[in-house]
Nanobody, 122 residues
Framework: QVQLVESGGGLVQAGGSLRLSCAAS????????MGWYRQAPGKERELVAA???????YYADFVKGRFTISRDNPKNTVYLEIDSLKPEDTAVYYC????????????????WGQGTQITVSS
């Protein structure tokens, strides 16, 4: 059974930083691309960043320079470091796994975590 478990969210003041983790089990992690998505109330789910199995990365334009995605294949974990948090970053953040190369389309991802809430106060 595949499980993706996110952690690291919380309440933070604007300008602060957080590091999200997503621990994967039940899959050959090294074969999967990983993505971080977010969904704010009343808004569509949007891709924040993605990383291929071999390490190439993609970032949405709105997060470039503030977010850093990385992965540790021996630990079956993907990370998202977020700096200079803004109130508009408030959302539930989900990690997702897709065999092969990453995609910008959420429906291409086969496995999802339960999400972790980030709330940024102004």
């Amino acid at each position: 059974q595949v499980q993706l478990v996110e952690s690291g969210g919380g309440l933070v003041q604007a300008g602060g930083s957080l590091r999200l983790s997503c621990a994967a089990s039940g899959l050959a992690f090294g074969r999967y691309a990983m993505g971080w998505y977010r969904q704010a109330p009343g808004k569509e789910r949007e891709l924040v960043a993605a990383i291929a199995s071999f390490g190439s990365t993609y970032y949405a334009d709105f997060v470039k320079g503030r977010f850093t995605i990385s992965r540790d294949n021996p630990k079956n974990t993907v990370y998202l470091e977020i700096d200079s948090l803004k109130p508009e970053d408030t959302a539930v953040y989900y990690c997702a796994a897709k065999i092969g190369y990453f995609s910008r389309n959420w429906y291409d991802y086969e496995h999802w975590g339960q999400g972790t809430q980030i709330t940024v106060s102004s």
